[in-house]
């Protein structure tokens, strides 16, 4: 990895990214693996209106048999770099470059950016909502309710933490229910 000199603003810009963006849906199939995936064009659709609203763009160009993916701050300048090195059988192939291309793009920002692929197991297709973790232990949610009834009968926060991710602000709420 390449940074510049400094990446102070870029960092901060990052850290705020992750708070907006940390998974992509998976959109695609590949019936070869009988399995599914996010693709570019999700990963994108997900991932720019985020880095704009941080002051952050990304750039991702081929070079020799290399992808090269840099992630500038927009005001400051600063930047970090990865390489990528694009496995083809024959690089006179276009096919099979602009297929180790989208390849490299996918996983490059997948990894720059920390992203998991979810999947909701066909939930939202069925019309069924899932609730993650995050969202359980919310006040306006049912599984508050349960959470609170928990604590009442001597239970501990930590239980709950085992289960759910829980802000600092609702476990204190929580311990005041004892």
């Not at 995936?37 to 209106?49: F, G, H, K, Q």
């Not at 750039?59 to 992630?71: A, C, G, K, M, R």
């Amino acid at each position: 990895m390449k940074t510049s000199e400094k990446i102070t603003n870029l960092t901060k810009a990052l850290f705020e990214f992750q708070g907006k963006v940390t998974s992509v849906k998976k959109s695609a199939n590949n019936p070869h693996f009988k399995s599914s995936y996010a693709d570019l064009s999700s990963i994108l659709e997900v991932i720019n209106p985020a880095l704009q609203e941080c002051g952050l763009f990304v750039t991702q160009h081929p070079h020799d048999e290399v992808l090269i993916t840099t992630v500038y701050h927009a005001e400051s300048g600063e930047f970090m770099q990865s390489e990528q090195i694009l496995r083809m059988k024959d690089a006179n192939n276009p096919q099979q470059q602009g297929s180790a291309i989208t390849y490299a793009r996918r996983y490059a920002l997948a990894a720059i950016f920390n992203l998991t692929q979810s999947d909701d197991d066909a939930n939202s297709a069925s019309g069924i909502k899932v609730t993650t973790a995050k969202e359980a232990m919310h006040p306006k949610h049912a599984l508050w309710a349960k959470a609170v009834e928990h604590i009442k009968k001597g239970g501990s926060v930590k239980d709950i933490e085992d289960r759910y991710m829980i802000s600092e602000e609702y476990k204190a709420v929580l311990e005041a229910t004892k």
